[in-house]
């Protein structure tokens, strides 16, 4: 069962405080749930961030997972999304005052 992001930060902040150490799967659990929050921006910026962290072989890894998605969309809807301006510049915008190695 996920936990909500305010609940799961007072449970982090209890179990810092108790020394409760979480698992993997609890801590992706709260990734998720945070991430289900975010604009389409901060979800770009969060995920552009996280790729940068990454070695090659593993990038390389994402980079055919994420053709694989692509390539089970559907090609108008992709074409449709892919070549809007606004949707373009919105996700640039957001990245360009933003220095992921300070992260």
Not at 36 to 60: F, G, H, I, M, N
């Amino acid at each position: 069962m996920r936990m909500s992001a305010a609940a799961a930060v007072a449970a982090a902040a209890g179990a810092a405080a108790g020394g409760g150490v979480f698992s993997f799967s609890e801590q992706i659990g709260v990734v998720v749930d945070w991430f289900t929050t975010w604009t389409d921006c901060e979800k770009v910026v969060a995920l552009y961030c996280l790729l940068r962290k990454l070695p090659p072989s593993q990038t390389k890894f994402l980079a055919q997972v994420l053709n694989q998605i692509v390539a089970s969309c559907s090609p108008v809807d992709l074409e449709e999304q892919a070549n809007d301006p606004g949707l373009s510049a919105t996700h640039i915008s957001c990245l360009s005052p933003l220095s992921c190695d300070d992260i």
